[in-house]
């Protein structure tokens, strides 16, 4: 058995996909961006290896939360020094930088060691809907009910 022939998912190279946020829920949309980003909706996945795709995220700042996350869900940061602890809330952080949020719920979602890093490179989020990879060709896409990947025709 050659050595091509284990590594299957890494000839066929990395597809591009685009995701519109617009109307979705934070968390729903993140475990499914993380699925892609490791590589899990491929038929050759495994866990060893960064055999996902990229993903570009537009309109992240028409995230949707349910409930009263918006004023009750708070980002803390701690500096290590006494009286450091900076807390800010969901509303906050989406006023400073619309992409936070989503960006850190799929990196919680994702190993924490070096294949993780590389896996969170592939992640591209923007607030508005422009964005600058259409050199790559992303291919628009929609999450299923299960997290599939269905592509959307344009």
């Known amino acids: ?42 038929p050759g996945y495994v866990p060893h290896q960064n055999c996902g795709d990229h993903v570009v995220v537009i309109n992240a700042d028409d995230l949707v939360v349910t409930g009263s996350k918006r004023t009750t869900k708070e980002y803390d940061r701690y500096s290590g020094y ?47 809907s422009v964005h600058s990879h259409a050199a790559q060709k992303p291919k628009p896409v929609r999450f299923g009910e299960l997290g599939e990947v269905i592509l959307v025709n344009e």
Not at 21 to 35: D, E, H, P, W
Not at 100 to 127: D, T, W
Request: net charge positive.
């Open 1 to 42: 058995m050659s050595e091509k022939s284990v590594l299957g998912n890494q000839e066929a190279g990395e597809t591009w996909y685009l995701v519109d946020a617009r109307g979705q829920t934070l968390g729903r949309l993140a475990v499914n961006v993380a699925r892609v980003l490791r590589g899990k909706h491929k």
């Open 82 to 128: 006494p009286g450091g602890r900076r807390v800010r809330t969901y509303g906050q952080m989406v006023a400073s930088d619309p992409a936070f949020p989503l960006r850190h719920a799929v990196e919680g979602m994702l190993q924490h060691n070096s294949l993780g890093a590389a896996q969170a490179k592939c992640l591209r989020i923007y607030a508005g």
